[in-house]
């Protein structure tokens, strides 16, 4: 997988930053503001983490131990609700990301880099060999429990019916999870370049404004 933030660079061409001196302190703040949350956000996640998957084993070695069909059932959603949080604080995490590095290079100003954490994230981060083994080691996990939900499920009932509702509740969860996932990875680049977008239409509209007020003709100016 290539660099999210190289591909959109080159997708979107180089933003010339235009900083004045008495916005430098209100970027600065804002840069601020943005890595204490990065860092709330990543905290909690890593809480839920531990917290989450401590009470999935103790969950799955009750009902191995003592085989309960309500366990096993629940043990599928209880996963992918552990799963889906993670995922929307990571997009939540990209999002700020995105815009921290618009900042970044806001408050750098053209000038030798003196911020570029988001840049060095981009390369340690994205597509490293140990995230990819986590995705494929949760994504094997999910399936396993969901696959041991849909098996207890059977046991409980013969009937076709009530195993093709469980199924699709399931298989609406798993495509859930795909969406999510593919629009988490996606949302770093959107992050910037909606701040971007948003900073070349205030531009814009400064210098409207600003042209409007010259008079178009020598005659036009006041007297």
Same mark, same amino acid.
């Given at each position: 997988?290539?660099?999210?933030?190289?591909?959109?660079?080159?997708?979107?061409?180089?933003?010339?930053?235009?900083?004045?001196?008495?916005?430098?302190?209100?970027?600065?703040?804002?840069?601020?503001?943005?890595?204490?949350?990065?860092?709330?956000?990543?905290?909690?996640?890593?809480?839920?983490?531990?917290?989450?998957?401590?009470?999935?084993?103790?969950?799955?070695? /009750? @009902?191995?131990?003592?085989?309960?069909?309500?366990? $096993?059932?629940? !043990? #599928?959603?209880?996963?992918?609700?552990? +799963?889906?949080?993670?995922?929307?604080?990571?997009?939540?995490?990209?999002?700020?990301?995105?815009?921290?590095?618009?900042?970044?290079?806001?408050?750098?100003?053209?000038?030798?880099?003196?911020?570029?954490?988001?840049?060095?994230?981009?390369?340690?981060?994205?597509?490293?060999?140990?995230?990819?083994?986590?995705?494929?080691?949760?994504?094997?996990?999910?399936?396993?429990?969901?696959? /041991? @939900?849909?098996?207890?499920?059977?046991?409980?009932? $013969?009937?076709? !019916? #009530?195993?093709?509702?469980?199924?699709? +509740?399931?298989?609406?969860?798993?495509?859930?999870?795909?969406?999510?996932?593919?629009?988490?990875?996606?949302?770093?680049?959107?992050?910037?370049?909606?701040?971007?977008?948003?900073?070349?239409?205030?531009?814009?509209?400064?210098?409207?404004?600003?042209?409007?007020?010259?008079?178009?003709?020598?005659?036009?100016?006041?007297?």
């Amino acid at each position: 997988m290539g660099d999210p933030k190289t591909d959109m660079r080159s997708a979107m061409g180089s933003v010339e930053p235009r900083l004045s001196g008495g916005n430098t302190s209100v970027l600065l703040k804002q840069y601020e503001l943005l890595t204490e949350d990065i860092r709330v956000l990543m905290t909690s996640n890593d809480r839920l983490i531990s917290v989450g998957f401590t009470i999935l084993g103790a969950a799955y070695a /009750f @009902g191995m131990k003592e085989p309960s069909d309500t366990v $096993k059932l629940a !043990l #599928p959603f209880f996963v992918f609700s552990v +799963v889906f949080y993670t995922l929307f604080i990571y997009t939540n995490v990209f999002a700020l990301g995105g815009h921290k590095q618009f900042i970044e290079e806001q408050i750098n100003g053209g000038q030798p880099p003196l911020l570029f954490w988001e840049r060095v994230a981009g390369k340690m981060i994205f597509g490293n060999i140990p995230s990819i083994f986590l995705i494929f080691i949760y994504g094997g996990f999910t399936i396993f429990t969901t696959w /041991f @939900g849909i098996d207890a499920f059977r046991e409980i009932s $013969k009937a076709p !019916l #009530p195993i093709i509702c469980y199924c699709t +509740v399931l298989g609406f969860c798993i495509g859930g999870l795909v969406w999510s996932t593919v629009r988490m990875l996606r949302t770093y680049g959107r992050a910037y370049k909606f701040s971007v977008d948003f900073y070349s239409a205030a531009l814009t509209s400064e210098n409207a404004c600003d042209t409007s007020s010259i008079p178009a003709s020598a005659a036009d100016a006041p007297a």
